[in-house]
C-alpha cells in the first residue's frame, strides 16, 4: 500500500469555523489531490498539486483553499466551513507507477453541525 | 454534466458467477480508464485499468473492455467471491502528460455478491 497517511480522521465541527485537514505521503510522489466524496456524486477534485507551491483548481473548489510547501504534505482548508461541506475527504497521489494510477489514503469524516 | 456514468447503483450476483459492471462516458478525449474498488471506512483502491489503445485487459479473475465506438467500458469479474461485495468506481482520464492527469469519477456501483 502507497504510504498515504490523512490526520484527523474524524471531525465534528460548527459553521463558519476554519478547518485544516492534513495529508502526508512518504512516496515522495509529485502529484497530490484532494477528492470529496458524497453520495450520487462519486468521487469529485477539489485541488490538486503539481509540486510543491505548485497547485491548481478542480472541479468543486469553491470555499476551499490547499497549500504545500514540502513535498510529503499537502492541506486542504475549509476558510468557514458550511453544512454543505459535510462529507468524506479522501486525499490521493500519483507520478511514479508508469500510468495514471492514483493512490488514496484512508479519508476523513468531516461533519460540519 | 456527468462525463461519467454508471447507470447502475447496485448490483447483486450469486458467488461463483460472473458480476458485470458497466460504465459510460461522453468526453471523446478520454484516453485511459481505471476501476477502483472501495470498502467502507477505507479509501479507493486501484484495481484495473486500460488504455484507449487497447480494447481489453485482463487480471487475474478481473477483465476491462472497451468499446470506443460505443464509449462505454465494463469490468467483468470472473468467478465472483464474498470480498468482491464492495463499491466500484470508473475513472477516465484526458490527459497524455505523464503523472498529472485529473480523473474524472462515476458515481459508482455496490456490488453486493450472496454466498
Known amino acids: ?5 490523512q490526520s484527523p480522521r474524524h471531525k465534528v465541527t460548527e459553521t463558519g469555523t476554519p478547518v485544516t485537514l492534513r495529508c502526508h505521503q512518504t512516496e515522495n510522489h509529485r502529484y497530490m489531490y ?12 477539489i485541488h490538486y498539486s503539481y509540486g510543491v507551491k505548485d497547485t491548481d483548481k ?21 476558510e468557514s466551513a458550511t453544512s454543505s461541506q459535510t ?4 486525499c490521493a497521489i500519483s507520478g511514479s507507477s508508469g500510468g495514471y494510477e492514483q493512490y488514496f489514503g484512508p479519508g476523513t469524516r468531516l461533519t460540519v453541525t | 454534466d456527468q462525463q461519467v456514468k454508471q447507470n447502475s447503483p447496485s448490483l447483486s450476483v450469486q458467488e461463483g458467477r460472473i458480476s458485470i459492471l458497466n460504465c459510460d462516458y ?18 479507493p483502491t486501484f484495481l484495473i485499468s486500460i488504455s484507449s489503445i487497447k ?10 473492455f472497451l468499446n470506443k465506438s460505443a464509449k462505454h467500458l465494463s469490468l467483468h469479474i470472473v468467478p465472483s467471491q464474498p ?13 497524455s502528460n505523464f503523472g498529472n492527469e485529473k480523473l474524472t469519477f462515476g ?3 455496490r456490488l453486493t455478491i450472496i454466498p
Open chain 2, 26 to 43: 461522453t468526453n471523446s478525449m478520454f484516453d485511459y480508464f481505471l476501476w477502483y474498488k472501495k470498502y467502507p471506512a477505507e479509501g
Open chain 1, 1 to 5: 500500500d502507497a504510504g498515504i497517511t
Open chain 2, 107 to 109: 458515481t459508482g456501483t
Open chain 2, 55 to 64: 480494447d481489453k485487459n485482463e487480471d487475474g479473475r478481473f477483465t476491462v
Open chain 1, 87 to 90: 462529507s468524506v475527504y479522501f
Open chain 1, 58 to 78: 478542480g472541479e468543486v473548489s469553491d470555499g476551499y483553499s490547499v497549500s504545500r510547501s514540502k513535498t510529503e504534505d499537502f492541506l486542504l482548508t475549509l
Open chain 1, 34 to 45: 484532494w477528492y470529496r466524496q458524497d453520495p450520487g456524486h462519486g468521487l469529485r477534485l
Open chain 2, 83 to 95: 470480498g468482491d461485495s464492495a463499491v466500484y468506481f470508473c475513472a477516465a482520464s484526458a490527459g
